[in-house]
């Protein structure tokens, strides 16, 4: 039996709602061997980050080799770099190695508003990681952040950002409407030929820490699987739709909590 493994590169959230801790157990719930690849320590709870350490781009290139060479890696996802050095060291390995699918998401604030990506960095994300990706993941902030432009006010200006930065050199965007308005939350998927609307319910929590680290970390998983881009996206969608609406049950941290990723089971 061949086992699915997906891998994280990513920072760690010591209150365990986003980050590595979140993607890994995104991973186990769908089933999917999950490895780690570690870029920073962030000092981290529900109302907060204090603190951030950044691991050395060279033990970034050491970790990815690491696991590289030894598991058969199906999907990697990359979320917070944090700095330029440790966007470098992760496109020369992730070039070096060549995954079978990337999935970028490009954290710059986390849920709490702390800013967790250098605003010097932003541009090697740009060019380096996103020409790199199968898909990137922005929310709403995210891609007017990436694109210097004001935030996206309608469908048509979602979609044109989107094919903005389509044009940057990934295979698809997921852009993400969960900081939209409305009684949905609304995502667009953008390839080179097609816009896929998907829409949940928008769910009155707030407990929602972790959202998209998760997401991406679901949609790297389907990949991992064998699921094509668009089934991987709908199904990472509904799950993540499940695990915002199994929010609740939850009583941890007195900021944003986690959001429920194990609702299936417990």
């Known amino acids: 039996m061949t086992t699915p493994v997906a891998l994280t590169i990513a920072g ?13 157990k995104t991973f186990a719930a769908f089933g999917v061997y999950g490895a ?34 030894d598991l058969d890696i199906g999907a990697a996802k990359i979320g917070m770099v944090a700095q330029v050095a440790s966007i470098d060291a992760i496109a ?14 490009p954290v710059m604030v986390a849920t709490s508003g702390n800013r967790l990506l250098a605003s010097e960095a932003v541009d090697a994300l740009r060019t380096k990681l996103i020409p790199l990706a199968a898909v990137i993941t922005p929310n709403l902030p995210e891609t007017a952040a990436l694109l210097d432009e004001p935030v996206a006010a309608s469908e048509a200006e979602i ?16 852009v993400k409407g969960g900081h939209g308005e409305g009684a949905e939350s609304i995502d667009y998927l953008i ?26 970390s679901a949609i790297a998983a389907g990949l991992a ?14 799950w993540i739709s ?5 929010a609740n049950r939850f009583s941890v941290g007195r900021g944003h909590g986690p959001i429920h990723h194990f609702h299936k089971f417990y």
């Open 92 to 105: 020369v390995a992730l070039s070096r190695w060549a995954p079978r699918h990337v999935v970028l998401d």
């Open 159 to 174: 979609e044109r950002q989107g094919r903005r930065l389509l044009s940057l050199g990934c295979r698809a965007v997921l």
């Open 242 to 246: 499940a695990a915002i609406g199994a």
């Open 191 to 216: 390839g080179a030929d097609t816009t896929i609307a998907l829409a949940a319910p928008r769910v009155a929590t707030k407990n929602t820490h972790g959202t998209g680290c998760s997401l991406s």
């Open 36 to 69: 780690s690849v570690i870029t920073a320590l962030t000092a981290q709870n529900t109302r907060g980050v204090t603190g951030i350490h950044v691991v050395p781009a060279e033990f970034v290139t050491a970790q990815i080799d690491a696991v590289f060479s």
């Open 225 to 238: 699987k064998g699921e094509d881009m668009e089934n991987a996206v709908r199904n990472a969608k509904a």
């Open 12 to 24: 760690s959230d010591s209150s365990a709602g986003a980050g590595i801790q979140a993607d890994l």
